[in-house]
T-cell receptor, first 113, second 112 residues
Framework: DTAVSQTPKYLVTQMGNDKSIKCEQN?????MYWYKQDSKKFLKIMFS???????INETVPNRFSPKSPDKAHLNLHINSLELGDSAVYFC????????????FGPGTRLTVT | DQQVKQNSPSLSVQEGRISILNCDYT??????FLWYKKYPAEGPTFLIS?????DKNEDGRFTVFLNKSAKHLSLHIVPSQPGDSAVYFC???????????FGGGTRLMVKP
């Protein structure tokens, strides 16, 4: 069974569209994260949720809105997509907040044309 | 400003030899360091970690060394195997533990 899963794996869309990426973890973890890996391959934290509450919100445009319907899910909705949003987005989870060993999903490659 | 740097984008090693991957950091508040391994089209997977109260941690073929005064850590893989070929990311966190700062990765290629 996949521990952290993301859908879709690939997403190609046009500028201005709104899209969502879904993430689910079946590890029973309390904390979930979204990371962005840009063209230079750096992984940067975007958001962190602990027990459905937003804990970390790095400098991310407000076009990005995370939603956590329950502890096992953290979805990422992006409005008015821009070319610069093209990247690989990784969801991750950790057992508790502050646990630094994080489990990552396979990533969603977003291409904005 | 990159607080965690991996200055070698790639490294090629012969099977059976030692692989040494390096990582430098600038933030003296970091107190916990991790290495993640990433295969293509997969997410990073946790490999090994070290707390700042230690200078060495070993797990099988993998050893991480920490030099706090130099703000430098390294990952040693002995002996290297072709299956070790992947991108290795160094990551660091502060004592709040709620955020990982990643380096840019080093692509390791182990040749048979």
């Amino acid at each position: 069974d996949t521990a952290v899963s993301q859908t879709p794996k690939y997403l190609v869309t046009q500028m201005g569209n709104d899209k969502s990426i879904k993430c689910e973890q079946n590890l029973g973890h309390d904390t979930m994260y979204w990371y962005k890996q840009d063209s230079k391959k750096f992984l940067k934290i975007m958001f962190s949720y602990n027990n459905k509450e937003l804990i970390i919100n790095e400098t991310v445009p407000n076009r990005f809105s995370p939603k956590s319907p329950d502890k096992a899910h953290l979805n990422l909705h992006i409005n008015s997509l821009e070319l610069g949003d093209s990247a690989v987005y990784f969801c991750a989870s950790s057992q508790v907040f502050g646990n630094r060993e994080q489990y990552f999903g396979p990533g969603t490659r977003l291409t904005v044309t | 400003d990159q607080q965690v740097k991996q200055n070698s984008p790639s490294l090629s090693v012969q099977e059976g030899r030692i692989s040494i991957l390096n990582c430098d950091y600038t933030n003296s508040m970091f107190d916990y360091f991790l290495w993640y391994k990433k295969y293509p089209a997969e997410g990073p997977t946790f490999l090994i970690s070290i707390s700042s109260i230690k200078d060495k941690n070993e797990d099988g073929r993998f050893t991480v060394f920490l030099n706090k005064s130099a703000k430098h850590l390294s990952l040693h893989i002995v002996p290297s195997q072709p299956g070790d070929s992947a991108v290795y990311f160094c990551a660091a966190s502060n004592n709040a533990g709620n955020m990982l700062t990643f380096g840019g990765g080093t692509r390791l290629m182990v040749k048979p």
